[in-house]
């Protein structure tokens, strides 16, 4: 089955510096790619996410890269504020006509210092 | 904007028992998950569930879990004997408003579930 990796574990950064996390995923067959931010105690919110007929996706300052043929994916957060301190959660999956298992990768604690 | 919601947000139960988890699903999505995330670590897909019936499950989803869409609107997850193990947050999603967008999910703020 899917197997998802996600770098670094622990993450700070000084506000205003760009932080960049990343996962591999290993089923080829994966094709949606979606990004999570879950602050403490509470639900992940979906931030952002690219399917595999697309190599890049931007939405203000937060960006996703798609490398289909190694197989990783990227967030990039630039202008970091205070309030983007979370744990970001990226996932994969292969949408099927009967559903969309998500398969998460391990999480990113980031840290934003003002 | 329409969000899914889950009762109760916090259930302590003993050992052996049985409880029941509430999700109510954006109205118009089609398709409805069960996650669990044990305190710290990754969120775990449980089992997905389409046109009234479970279309995967994973290798957590054993025996003693089940899951029901007993009204047009609540979407269950039932646990038949809880054990420590099973102590976890809970989150239903949902997602596809069209047979074609099945892609975005949408969680639910979460059940706690503390077993004693």
């Known amino acids: 089955g899917e197997n998802v990796e996600q770098h670094p574990s622990t993450l700070s950064v000084q506000e205003g510096d760009s932080a960049v996390i990343k996962c591999t995923y290993s089923?080829?067959?994966?094709?949606?790619f979606p990004w999570y931010k879950q602050e403490l105690g509470k639900r992940p919110q979906l931030i952002i996410d690219?399917?595999?007929?697309?190599g890049e996706k931007k939405d203000q300052r937060i960006a996703v890269t798609l490398n289909k043929t190694a197989k990783h994916f990227s967030l990039h957060i630039t202008e970091t504020q205070p309030e983007d301190s979370a744990v970001y959660f990226c996932?994969?999956?292969?949408?099927?006509?009967?559903?969309?298992?998500?398969?998460f990768g391990a999480g990113t604690i980031l840290r934003v210092k003002s | 904007e329409p969000e899914v919601t889950q009762t109760p947000s916090h259930q302590v139960t003993q050992m052996g028992q049985e409880v029941i988890l509430r999700c109510v699903p954006i109205?118009?999505?089609?398709?409805f998950y069960w996650y669990r995330q044990i305190l710290g670590q990754k969120v775990e897909f449980l089992v997905s569930?389409?046109?009234?019936?479970?279309?995967?499950k994973s290798e957590i989803f054993d025996d003693q879990f089940s899951v029901e869409r007993p009204d047009g609107s609540n979407f269950t997850l039932k646990i038949r004997s809880t054990k420590l193990e099973d102590s976890a947050m809970y989150f239903c999603?949902?997602?596809?408003?069209?047979?074609?967008?099945?892609?975005?999910?949408?969680f639910g703020p979460g059940t706690r579930l503390t077993v004693t």
């Open positions: 999603a949902s997602s596809g408003g069209r047979i074609d967008a099945n892609y975005e999910q949408y």
């Open positions: 089923d080829s067959a994966s094709n949606y």
């Open positions: 690219i399917r595999s007929n697309v």
């Open positions: 996932a994969a999956s292969s949408g099927v006509w009967y559903g969309n298992k998500l398969v």
């Open positions: 109205s118009n999505h089609l398709y």
């Open positions: 569930f389409y046109n009234n019936e479970i279309s995967e």
